[in-house]
């Protein structure tokens, strides 16, 4: 038997996007500090050493399963924002920007093992950078947070509900805003919120959010 072979869960194919997938299952429950070469090895069913195939280093594995959290977030948002069917084209604009905000709050409440991944510190090798040098896959780019935001934020001015003016910056604002919120609610002194007041809490965050764009 290879190095490779595996002695279970993994059977052919791409193994970096099993190790990947691994690291992603871990992290719901356990956050980054569960995403190990080791423990992704074993739920792969592949050696220890297979895995340095793929990932220079501890670091660079928590990198891309924090890539696919940050996907996940994505996803949740893309899935939220769709949800808007009104037919007034500037309430559809500032309802579809306010459905992104609170599934961005959501994702850190209900997978704070995910959320917490997608936004560590860890930063991919270099080599696995220059790997990368060709832009990430369509679904990457188009599930990007920040992206949507932007986007959204650009179609409220396009409506007309939003000035150019008020317009720039604005996505560094909305998303500090919509951060802090969560990391309050989920790892700070907000935790232990009684939940009758997380929701008035979240909407006067977001209502100053507006109130500096409107």
């Known amino acids: 038997m290879s190095s490779e072979e595996p002695a279970r869960g993994y059977h052919h194919g791409n193994l970096r996007e099993a190790l990947v997938e691994a690291g992603v299952a871990l992290a719901r429950d356990g956050g980054p500090t569960a995403i190990q070469l080791r423990a992704v090895s074993r739920q792969a069913g592949v050696s220890h050493n297979a895995a340095y195939r793929h990932f220079a280093n501890q670091e660079d594995l928590v990198a891309a399963v924090a890539e696919r959290c940050m996907h996940q977030l994505g996803l949740l948002m893309i899935e939220r924002m769709q949800v808007v069917t009104v037919r ?38 270099p080599s696995a950078e220059k790997a990368r040098e060709t832009p990430p896959p369509a679904d990457e780019r188009f599930t990007s947070p920040f992206a949507l935001l932007n986007e959204r934020l650009d179609e409220l001015v396009e409506v007309g509900a939003v000035t150019p003016a008020r317009r720039q910056g604005a996505e560094f604002v909305a998303w500090s805003a919509v951060h802090g919120i969560s990391s309050l609610l989920l790892d700070g002194p907000l935790r232990n919120l009684p939940e009758p ?15 500096g764009l409107y």
């Open 197 to 211: 007041e997380v929701g008035p809490v979240i909407a006067a965050v977001l209502g100053g959010v507006n109130h």
């Open 88 to 125: 007034d084209r500037v309430r559809r604009a500032q309802e579809r920007l306010q459905a992104i905000g609170l599934a961005y709050i959501e994702f850190a409440r209900t997978e704070p093992g995910w959320f917490r991944t997608a936004f560590t510190s860890a930063q991919p090798h």
